[in-house]
């Protein structure tokens, strides 16, 4: 079945820092989805990438979808503590979302 | 009140023992999902529905079953539990007119010993 591949899997950064999480799989994606979740809470949706080459932008978050729609990154710009969590992608290969495919998830954590 | 809600949000059975896990929603979505999450590991769908007559297998549903019982209402069971199912599991609904976005549950924890 499809493989979704997302890296790290754990990232400590220095508030202020910039924080990057990938996301690679091994087939063609319709779209790709990312989600977050707080620690001790539920994932909650963020955005989701439907074309090649797409880039969005939420403040301080960027996320893009490759080209060949095989890979998507989110980076985070400037963390802050409140950016603390586990982000995972979700992609989907095919037609409908309804059989969506998780990454393992990034655990951000921020030193004040 | 939270539009998806599941009960129990904390449950310790013991090994061989039946267990339900309730799902219920108000966002009026069609379709509902059972996923299941270990550290590490990320989400596992379990099973999915898309309406009260359709129910589908995701890529780990032995040991589990589930039912839809109206719109709102999809309940997961552990018919015997086992120590390896002891995870956090969430529900989630989804609009097929819309985005594709999940909308989860707060979760259910559940430890078999």
């Known amino acids: 079945g499809q493989q979704v591949m997302q890296i790290p899997q754990y990232q400590h950064v220095q508030e202020g820092e910039d924080f990057t999480t990938y996301c690679n799989s091994s087939?063609?994606?319709?779209?790709i989805q990312w989600y977050k979740q707080r620690p001790g809470g539920h994932p909650v949706f963020l955005i989701q990438?439907?074309?090649?080459?797409e880039v969005k932008k939420q403040k301080r978050l960027t996320f893009q979808f490759g080209e060949a729609k095989k890979n998507s990154s989110l980076h985070i710009t400037a963390t802050q503590t409140t950016d603390v969590g586990t982000y995972f992608c979700a992609a989907n290969s095919g037609g409908s979302n309804y059989k969506l495919t998780f990454g393992k998830g990034t655990l951000l954590t921020v030193n004040p | 009140d939270a539009d998806v809600t599941q009960t129990p949000r904390n449950r310790i059975t013991k090994t061989g023992k039946r267990i339900m896990l309730e799902c219920s929603q108000t966002?009026?979505?069609?379709?509902m999902y059972w996923y299941r999450q270990d550290p590490g590991l990320g989400l596992r769908l379990i099973y999915y529905s898309f309406d009260v007559k359709d129910i589908n297998k995701g890529e780990i549903s032995d040991g589990y079953s589930v039912s839809r019982q109206a719109q709102a209402k999809f309940s997961l069971s552990l018919e015997s539990a086992i120590p390896n199912q002891t995870a956090l599991y969430f529900c989630a609904t989804s609009d097929p007119g819309g985005t594709g976005e999940l909308f989860f549950g707060e979760g259910s924890r559940l430890t078999v010993l």
């Open positions: 966002k009026g979505h069609d379709r």
């Open positions: 087939t063609t994606l319709s779209n």
């Open positions: 990438l439907v074309k090649s080459g």
